[in-house]
């Protein structure tokens, strides 16, 4: 594939576990970790079509770094936790070896 198609990613791990430890999330419109992102409040959410729109997103920040501490806060304070990586994977073993014996 040229290197310029978007590949679209379902649900990313980094994402999720990004936000079950309070930290904003910056992505695209086109994943499915977006679908816990609340545009603005606990992260950003742009569509990746244009390299400028990722630019203006992290712009945002750089030029209201108290944003970046609101959502923060926002993310750390938020009444659905989010499952760290850890809880995933025993998870996901846990149901490996039910299908296994």
Known sequence: FPSHDI????????GLEMLSRG?????T???GVAQFVRDGVNGIIFDPSKKENLIKALNSLLDEPA????????QATA??????????????IEMLASITH
């Open 7 to 14: 590949w679209l990613e379902t649900l990313g791990f980094t």
């Open 23 to 27: 930290i904003p999330l910056i992505c």
């Open 29 to 31: 419109d086109r994943c």
């Open 67 to 74: 944003k970046l501490y609101a959502m923060r806060r926002a």
């Open 79 to 92: 009444s659905i936790k989010m499952k760290t990586y850890e809880q995933h994977v025993d998870e996901f």
